[in-house]
């Protein structure tokens, strides 16, 4: 089953989890004065305040603190994805610099 989240700007936004990154780029156009949270820009607040507070009980903290020690969730999610992309990449890379040279 696909995971819906609601936009952290206007919960009237509804979109899949893997679709919210994308759309949080788009619509904080129209919140300008929202404040990201520190440990993962995804979550916004309507003022400083409250992104203090959410602090506290970011889920994100722990994923930041943990960091030299991978978590296996995130990873499995970046992995296919980062790893196609990497490869593309570096095949582009190493086309392009034959040519130039
Ligand atoms: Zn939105
Ligand atoms: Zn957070």
Aim: hydrophobic residues 35%; contains cysteine; proline residues 8%.
């Amino acid at each position: 089953m696909d995971d819906f989240v609601s936009c952290p700007f206007n919960p009237l936004h509804r979109m899949l989890k893997v679709n919210l990154q994308h759309h949080i780029i788009k619509c904080m156009k129209n919140y300008p004065d929202y404040v990201p949270c520190i440990y993962n820009a995804m979550h916004r607040f309507p003022n400083k305040e409250k992104m203090i507070e959410h602090i506290a009980t970011c889920p994100s903290q722990k994923l930041a603190i943990s960091d030299g020690n991978t978590p296996r969730r995130a990873n499995t999610a970046a992995a296919p994805n980062s790893l196609h992309e990497g490869r593309k990449f570096h095949t582009d890379e190493e086309n392009w610099n034959v040519e130039y040279v």
